[in-house]
């Protein structure tokens, strides 16, 4: 049987396209446009790319961008007084900080100087605590576009095992509660590990989020699971040229697996869509209209 290549980018343009309506309807019974600030410290070439995304994905989706590039020079008392300016600015919705901050800024105490409500990565100890604790909150992006490209594939993962490599606050270790509250049988793996390969081929379920490229071969797949490649990770080729390839070795695990995400075109795409819906969600939260919600 031929495995299926999950296509993300047509997930993600599905996701937008709901979105947009939601946000049209939303401006038309009650006059709210949501609004996403995002804030850049620095000129790290790869964060320009993501924030430029980001904001334009939500402009395509009828919500406000506003953009704040501050410079490296900017200190810890700037940062943290502009994110207090954001949170009480009825016009923003969401606050996204974009990661890495530089070395002399501590990511912790700006991500959690985000007012929760407004924290549209999910990120903040409060909406960690609530995803922990089964309670609505805003849910990181990333493992959520994930949660919906696995059930897109495999609708009820209940008893399933699954396996996340990778234990970062980010991406392993929400991954790891979404799964739980599916009712997986959930194991978190990290670089010190014993015998990974056997424990991923005991995997159901397959999340790659280690960083390291390729990692994750084709002999580690069980047969039939599904494979969710998180990593993208530029390599270079032996003619000078370079490439994105994931965390798993695709053209091996596709030989074993039901599914895998590609890279890319699996979860990257879907992470701005999961953005916009979380924007989307907190808009709806702030303003008492919960019943707009999708999930
Ligand atoms: N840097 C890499 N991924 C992310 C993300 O999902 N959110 C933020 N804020 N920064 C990132």
Redesign the pocket.
């Known amino acids: 049987m031929t495995a299926i290549t999950v296509d993300g980018k047509a997930h993600a343009a599905e996701l937008r396209a709901q979105l947009k309506i939601q946000v049209a309807e939303l401006k038309a019974k009650h006059g709210i446009t949501p609004g996403l600030a995002?804030i850049l410290v620095g000129g790290d070439p790869a964060?320009e790319i993501?924030v430029k995304n980001k904001e334009k994905m939500c402009v395509e989706a009828g919500m406000a961008a506003f953009d704040f590039r501050l410079p490296d020079t900017t200190t810890q008392k700037q940062l943290l007084a502009k994110v207090e300016e954001l949170c009480r600015d009825p016009k923003v919705n969401g606050i996204?900080?974009?990661?890495?901050l530089p070395k002399h800024i501590d990511e912790t105490a700006v991500i959690n100087a985000i007012d929760p409500l407004k924290d549209v990565?999910g990120?903040h100890a409060i909406n960690a605590g609530r995803l922990a604790t089964g309670q609505v909150g805003m849910v990181?992006?990333?493992p959520l576009g994930c949660l919906m490209l696995l059930k897109s594939v495999l609708p009820d993962l209940k008893g399933k095992n699954a396996v996340v490599v990778g234990r970062s606050n980010?991406v392993g270790k929400p991954m790891a509660q979404l799964l739980l509250r599916e009712s997986c049988t959930v194991t978190i793996a990290n670089s010190h590990t014993k015998n990974l390969k056997e424990l991923c081929l005991q995997a159901d379920i397959l999340v790659a989020a280690t960083g390291k490229p390729e990692m994750i071969r084709g002999e580690w797949v069980k047969h039939n699971a599904v494979v969710i490649d998180v990593g993208i990770n530029r390599i270079m080729l032996s003619d000078g040229s370079t490439q994105l390839v994931g965390d798993v070795c695709f053209p091996e695990a596709i030989q074993r697996a039901k599914a895998v995400t590609p890279v890319p075109g699996g979860v990257g795409p879907m992470?701005i869509a999961c953005?916009l819906a979380n924007t989307l969600k907190a808009t709806c939260i702030q303003n008492n209209l919960d019943d707009h919600l999708m999930y």
């Open positions: 995002v964060s993501y996204l900080v974009q990661l890495p990565d990120f990181p992006c990333t980010i992470t953005l």
